[in-house]
Protein backbone atom coordinates (compact mmCIF):
# COMPACT_ATOMS: atom_id res chain seq x y z
CA UNK A 1 0.00 0.00 0.00
CA UNK A 2 1.52 3.86 -0.20
CA UNK A 3 3.63 4.80 2.08
CA UNK A 4 1.76 6.09 5.10
CA UNK A 5 -0.61 3.35 5.18
CA UNK A 6 0.77 1.79 8.52
CA UNK A 7 0.54 4.69 10.32
CA UNK A 8 -3.08 5.82 9.37
CA UNK A 9 -4.00 1.72 9.64
CA UNK A 10 -2.73 2.07 13.60
CA UNK A 11 -4.69 5.99 14.40
CA UNK A 12 -7.79 4.35 12.58
CA UNK A 13 -7.30 1.05 14.46
CA UNK A 14 -6.84 3.04 17.51
CA UNK A 15 -10.15 4.42 16.85
CA UNK A 16 -11.97 1.50 16.35
CA UNK A 17 -10.60 -0.12 19.58
CA UNK A 18 -11.90 2.94 21.81
CA UNK A 19 -15.69 2.81 20.20
CA UNK A 20 -15.32 -1.40 20.74
CA UNK A 21 -14.24 -1.05 23.95
CA UNK A 22 -17.02 2.05 24.95
CA UNK A 23 -19.52 -0.63 23.99
CA UNK A 24 -18.39 -3.56 25.04
CA UNK A 25 -18.37 -1.95 28.48
CA UNK A 26 -21.70 -1.12 28.38
CA UNK A 27 -22.98 -4.81 27.59
CA UNK A 28 -25.30 -5.52 31.21
CA UNK A 29 -23.39 -8.76 32.84
CA UNK A 30 -25.70 -11.83 34.09
CA UNK A 31 -27.89 -12.17 30.91
CA UNK A 32 -28.24 -15.63 29.38
CA UNK A 33 -26.09 -16.49 26.22
CA UNK A 34 -28.80 -15.56 24.01
CA UNK A 35 -29.35 -11.71 25.12
CA UNK A 36 -25.75 -11.38 25.71
CA UNK A 37 -25.37 -12.56 21.81
CA UNK A 38 -27.73 -9.71 20.79
CA UNK A 39 -26.42 -7.50 22.70
CA UNK A 40 -22.83 -7.92 21.34
CA UNK A 41 -23.98 -8.06 18.07
CA UNK A 42 -25.39 -4.54 18.74
CA UNK A 43 -22.34 -3.72 19.95
CA UNK A 44 -20.69 -4.62 17.25
CA UNK A 45 -22.77 -2.59 14.65
CA UNK A 46 -22.53 0.81 16.85
CA UNK A 47 -18.70 -0.18 16.66
CA UNK A 48 -19.22 -0.18 13.16
CA UNK A 49 -21.34 2.91 12.62
CA UNK A 50 -19.22 4.73 14.66
CA UNK A 51 -16.30 4.27 11.98
CA UNK A 52 -18.00 4.83 9.43
CA UNK A 53 -18.84 8.99 10.29
CA UNK A 54 -14.77 9.16 9.85
CA UNK A 55 -15.12 7.22 6.73
CA UNK A 56 -18.29 9.39 5.66
CA UNK A 57 -16.20 12.56 6.35
CA UNK A 58 -13.06 11.01 4.44
CA UNK A 59 -15.21 10.70 1.25
CA UNK A 60 -16.73 14.25 1.95
CA UNK A 61 -13.42 15.37 1.87
CA UNK A 62 -12.98 13.91 -1.11
CA UNK A 63 -15.48 15.27 -2.82
CA UNK A 64 -14.50 19.18 -1.81
CA UNK A 65 -10.93 18.20 -2.89
CA UNK A 66 -12.02 16.96 -6.45
CA UNK A 67 -14.09 20.43 -6.43
CA UNK A 68 -11.61 22.36 -5.36
CA UNK A 69 -9.25 21.04 -7.76
CA UNK A 70 -11.27 21.50 -10.53
CA UNK A 71 -11.70 25.64 -9.69
CA UNK A 72 -8.18 25.86 -9.09
CA UNK A 73 -7.41 23.84 -12.00
CA UNK A 74 -9.31 25.83 -14.22
CA UNK A 75 -7.55 28.96 -12.90
CA UNK A 76 -4.40 27.91 -12.71
CA UNK A 77 -4.81 27.41 -16.65
CA UNK A 78 -6.17 30.73 -17.07
CA UNK A 79 -4.28 32.63 -15.11
CA UNK A 80 -0.63 30.67 -14.13
CA UNK A 81 0.17 29.39 -17.56
CA UNK A 82 2.65 31.28 -19.77
CA UNK A 83 3.52 28.81 -22.12
CA UNK A 84 3.17 29.96 -25.57
CA UNK A 85 0.77 27.14 -26.05
CA UNK A 86 -1.90 27.33 -23.67
CA UNK A 87 -2.69 23.42 -24.21
CA UNK A 88 0.20 22.35 -22.32
CA UNK A 89 -1.00 23.42 -19.21
CA UNK A 90 -4.33 22.38 -20.17
CA UNK A 91 -3.76 19.06 -20.83
CA UNK A 92 -1.28 18.95 -17.81
CA UNK A 93 -4.64 19.27 -15.43
CA UNK A 94 -6.43 17.36 -17.14
CA UNK A 95 -3.85 14.18 -16.34
CA UNK A 96 -4.19 15.55 -12.71
CA UNK A 97 -7.94 15.81 -12.83
CA UNK A 98 -8.38 12.15 -14.31
CA UNK A 99 -5.81 10.82 -11.97
CA UNK A 100 -7.73 11.40 -9.03
CA UNK A 101 -11.59 11.05 -10.82
CA UNK A 102 -11.27 7.91 -12.48
CA UNK A 103 -9.62 6.03 -9.65
CA UNK A 104 -12.19 7.68 -7.42
CA UNK A 105 -15.56 6.64 -9.32
CA UNK A 106 -13.68 2.47 -9.55
CA UNK A 107 -12.86 3.42 -5.49
CA UNK A 108 -17.10 4.25 -5.43
CA UNK A 109 -18.17 1.31 -7.78
CA UNK A 110 -15.77 -1.40 -6.17
CA UNK A 111 -16.78 -0.23 -2.52
CA UNK A 112 -20.21 -1.48 -2.45
CA UNK A 113 -19.47 -4.55 -4.54
CA UNK A 114 -16.45 -5.32 -1.99
CA UNK A 115 -18.86 -4.93 1.02
CA UNK A 116 -21.79 -6.60 -0.44
CA UNK A 117 -19.33 -9.88 -1.20
CA UNK A 118 -18.28 -9.97 2.02
CA UNK A 119 -21.66 -9.55 3.76
CA UNK A 120 -23.34 -12.32 1.40
CA UNK A 121 -20.48 -14.49 2.68
CA UNK A 122 -21.02 -14.06 6.29
CA UNK A 123 -24.83 -14.40 5.70
CA UNK A 124 -24.39 -17.64 3.77
CA UNK A 125 -21.88 -19.41 6.29
CA UNK A 126 -22.89 -17.80 9.40
CA UNK A 127 -26.23 -18.73 11.73
CA UNK A 128 -27.85 -14.98 10.57
CA UNK A 129 -31.57 -15.31 12.20
CA UNK A 130 -30.10 -13.46 15.51
CA UNK A 131 -29.42 -10.67 12.69
CA UNK A 132 -32.99 -10.07 12.09
CA UNK A 133 -33.74 -9.93 16.13
CA UNK A 134 -30.87 -7.59 17.54
CA UNK A 135 -31.75 -5.05 19.80
CA UNK A 136 -29.81 -2.44 17.54
CA UNK A 137 -29.68 1.13 18.48
CA UNK A 138 -28.24 2.91 15.70
CA UNK A 139 -25.75 5.95 16.67
CA UNK A 140 -26.63 9.34 14.83
CA UNK A 141 -24.03 9.90 12.23
CA UNK A 142 -22.93 13.98 11.89
CA UNK A 143 -23.87 14.45 7.85
CA UNK A 144 -22.02 16.58 6.47
CA UNK A 145 -25.61 18.84 6.32
CA UNK A 146 -25.20 19.92 9.76
CA UNK A 147 -22.47 22.40 8.15
CA UNK A 148 -25.42 24.23 6.59
CA UNK A 149 -28.71 25.55 8.42
CA UNK A 150 -31.31 23.32 8.94
CA UNK A 151 -33.70 25.28 6.17
CA UNK A 152 -30.60 25.03 3.59
CA UNK A 153 -29.95 21.56 4.46
CA UNK A 154 -34.18 20.65 4.43
CA UNK A 155 -33.93 22.26 0.85
CA UNK A 156 -31.63 20.22 -0.68
CA UNK A 157 -32.32 17.41 0.59
CA UNK A 158 -36.00 17.75 -0.48
CA UNK A 159 -34.57 19.65 -4.24
CA UNK A 160 -33.78 16.19 -5.76
CA UNK A 161 -37.20 14.55 -4.54
CA UNK A 162 -39.19 17.57 -5.83
CA UNK A 163 -37.37 17.24 -9.13
CA UNK A 164 -38.31 13.57 -9.44
CA UNK A 165 -41.86 13.97 -8.50
CA UNK A 166 -41.60 17.03 -11.46
CA UNK A 167 -40.32 14.12 -13.67
CA UNK A 168 -42.65 11.81 -13.06
CA UNK A 169 -45.47 14.26 -13.19
CA UNK A 170 -44.05 15.34 -16.34
CA UNK A 171 -44.19 12.16 -17.83
CA UNK A 172 -47.43 11.03 -16.73
CA UNK A 173 -49.25 14.62 -17.64
CA UNK A 174 -51.70 12.81 -20.45
CA UNK A 175 -50.30 14.07 -24.41
CA UNK A 176 -52.92 17.45 -25.42
CA UNK A 177 -55.77 15.92 -27.77
CA UNK A 178 -54.57 16.79 -31.40
CA UNK A 179 -57.08 17.65 -33.45
CA UNK A 180 -57.21 16.79 -37.58
CA UNK A 181 -58.70 19.94 -38.46
CA UNK A 182 -57.66 19.29 -41.92
CA UNK B 1 1.18 10.16 -12.54
CA UNK B 2 -1.14 13.56 -11.71
CA UNK B 3 1.22 14.15 -8.84
CA UNK B 4 4.27 13.70 -11.42
CA UNK B 5 2.38 15.57 -14.18
CA UNK B 6 1.58 18.86 -11.88
CA UNK B 7 5.45 18.52 -10.59
CA UNK B 8 6.80 19.23 -14.13
CA UNK B 9 4.07 21.84 -14.35
CA UNK B 10 5.24 23.98 -11.49
CA UNK B 11 8.69 23.60 -12.46
CA UNK B 12 7.69 25.42 -15.78
CA UNK B 13 5.95 28.10 -13.90
CA UNK B 14 8.02 28.76 -10.49
CA UNK B 15 6.16 32.05 -9.66
CA UNK B 16 2.71 30.84 -9.89
CA UNK B 17 0.87 30.52 -6.44
CA UNK B 18 -2.06 28.88 -8.55
CA UNK B 19 0.21 25.68 -9.52
CA UNK B 20 1.34 25.67 -6.37
CA UNK B 21 -1.75 25.02 -5.10
CA UNK B 22 -3.49 23.15 -7.66
CA UNK B 23 -0.51 20.67 -6.81
CA UNK B 24 -1.60 20.68 -2.84
CA UNK B 25 -4.92 20.32 -3.48
CA UNK B 26 -4.38 17.32 -5.94
CA UNK B 27 -1.79 15.65 -3.05
CA UNK B 28 -4.55 16.19 -0.32
CA UNK B 29 -7.58 14.71 -2.58
CA UNK B 30 -4.91 11.84 -3.87
CA UNK B 31 -3.96 10.92 0.06
CA UNK B 32 -7.82 10.57 1.08
CA UNK B 33 -8.66 8.90 -2.21
CA UNK B 34 -5.47 6.53 -1.31
CA UNK B 35 -4.99 6.35 2.38
CA UNK B 36 -8.55 7.35 4.50
CA UNK B 37 -10.97 5.53 2.44
CA UNK B 38 -8.88 2.16 1.87
CA UNK B 39 -7.87 1.98 5.90
CA UNK B 40 -11.33 3.07 7.47
CA UNK B 41 -12.86 0.51 5.14
CA UNK B 42 -9.95 -1.99 6.60
CA UNK B 43 -10.94 -0.93 9.87
CA UNK B 44 -14.68 -1.67 9.59
CA UNK B 45 -13.87 -4.91 7.82
CA UNK B 46 -11.60 -5.77 11.18
CA UNK B 47 -15.54 -5.16 13.07
CA UNK B 48 -17.26 -6.95 10.75
CA UNK B 49 -15.23 -9.78 11.28
CA UNK B 50 -16.16 -9.48 14.90
CA UNK B 51 -19.70 -11.24 13.42
CA UNK B 52 -18.07 -14.45 13.24
CA UNK B 53 -17.46 -15.23 16.68
CA UNK B 54 -20.03 -13.38 17.89
CA UNK B 55 -22.79 -15.27 15.88
CA UNK B 56 -21.32 -18.78 16.44
CA UNK B 57 -23.89 -21.10 18.28
CA UNK B 58 -20.60 -22.81 20.34
CA UNK B 59 -18.34 -20.22 21.21
CA UNK B 60 -16.35 -22.33 23.89
CA UNK B 61 -14.82 -24.38 21.31
CA UNK B 62 -13.37 -21.17 19.68
CA UNK B 63 -12.46 -19.28 23.39
CA UNK B 64 -10.44 -22.19 24.33
CA UNK B 65 -8.96 -22.63 20.90
CA UNK B 66 -7.79 -18.64 21.20
CA UNK B 67 -6.37 -18.76 24.60
CA UNK B 68 -4.74 -21.76 23.91
CA UNK B 69 -3.37 -19.98 20.52
CA UNK B 70 -2.02 -17.27 22.64
CA UNK B 71 -0.62 -18.84 25.34
CA UNK B 72 1.50 -21.14 22.56
CA UNK B 73 2.62 -17.88 20.99
CA UNK B 74 3.56 -16.12 24.10
CA UNK B 75 5.49 -19.36 25.31
CA UNK B 76 6.86 -19.59 21.83
CA UNK B 77 8.21 -15.67 21.87
CA UNK B 78 9.78 -16.04 25.20
CA UNK B 79 11.35 -19.54 24.36
CA UNK B 80 12.87 -17.92 21.55
CA UNK B 81 14.40 -15.32 23.13
CA UNK B 82 15.57 -16.93 25.71
CA UNK B 83 17.52 -19.64 23.45
CA UNK B 84 18.30 -17.83 20.94
CA UNK B 85 20.17 -15.33 22.36
CA UNK B 86 20.99 -16.41 25.63
CA UNK B 87 20.74 -15.39 29.12
CA UNK B 88 20.74 -11.63 27.54
CA UNK B 89 16.94 -11.19 27.35
CA UNK B 90 15.66 -13.10 30.25
CA UNK B 91 13.33 -9.96 31.46
CA UNK B 92 11.84 -10.66 28.46
CA UNK B 93 10.92 -14.06 29.20
CA UNK B 94 9.91 -12.98 32.86
CA UNK B 95 7.33 -10.26 31.03
CA UNK B 96 6.49 -13.18 28.87
CA UNK B 97 5.94 -15.34 31.70
CA UNK B 98 3.89 -12.62 33.64
CA UNK B 99 1.86 -11.58 30.63
CA UNK B 100 0.42 -15.33 30.42
CA UNK B 101 0.00 -15.93 33.54
CA UNK B 102 -2.02 -12.58 33.89
CA UNK B 103 -4.31 -13.71 31.00
CA UNK B 104 -4.54 -17.20 32.11
CA UNK B 105 -6.24 -15.95 35.42
CA UNK B 106 -8.33 -13.39 33.93
CA UNK B 107 -9.32 -15.68 31.35
CA UNK B 108 -9.58 -18.37 33.88
CA UNK B 109 -11.94 -16.13 35.82
CA UNK B 110 -13.96 -15.01 32.69
CA UNK B 111 -14.57 -18.62 32.02
CA UNK B 112 -16.41 -18.92 35.37
CA UNK B 113 -19.01 -17.06 34.23
CA UNK B 114 -20.92 -18.69 31.76
CA UNK B 115 -22.64 -15.77 30.59
CA UNK B 116 -19.79 -13.49 28.99
CA UNK B 117 -18.45 -16.28 27.19
CA UNK B 118 -19.01 -13.81 23.58
CA UNK B 119 -17.86 -10.94 25.23
CA UNK B 120 -14.68 -12.72 26.07
CA UNK B 121 -14.52 -14.42 22.71
CA UNK B 122 -14.60 -11.49 21.07
CA UNK B 123 -12.09 -9.39 23.51
CA UNK B 124 -9.86 -12.46 22.53
CA UNK B 125 -10.79 -11.99 18.35
CA UNK B 126 -10.05 -8.18 18.27
CA UNK B 127 -6.16 -8.43 18.65
CA UNK B 128 -6.44 -11.07 15.88
CA UNK B 129 -8.36 -8.96 13.40
CA UNK B 130 -6.20 -6.00 14.06
CA UNK B 131 -2.83 -7.57 13.41
CA UNK B 132 -4.54 -8.79 10.34
CA UNK B 133 -5.72 -5.43 9.02
CA UNK B 134 -1.88 -4.12 10.06
CA UNK B 135 -0.22 -6.64 8.35
CA UNK B 136 -2.16 -5.84 4.81
CA UNK B 137 -1.72 -1.90 5.72
CA UNK B 138 2.04 -2.61 5.44
CA UNK B 139 2.35 -4.59 2.42
Known amino acids: MQRGALISGIV ?95 VMVLNPTFWRVIVDALLKFLPHDLLNHTLHTPITVPTAWYLFPPEVAALARQSPIIFAKTLLTRSNRKPPLRTNAF | MGGKTLDFARAAHPQSESWKLFGLVQVAADRTLALGVPVLNLCNLAVATLLIPALLP ?54 RYTDQEYRTLSILWWPLAVAGILWLCKL
Not at chain 1, 45 to 73: D, N
Open chain 1, 12 to 106: GLTFATVALALELAYIRTNVNPLDEQKLLLNAILRTAEWVLIPLYWAWFLLFIFTFIMTLVGSFAIRAGCHCEDRSRCRRAAWTAHLTVVLPTLL
Open chain 2, 58 to 111: FPRALLFSLAGTYAAALAGYGLVKVFWRKAKSWPVLLFGICLAAGIGVWLADRL
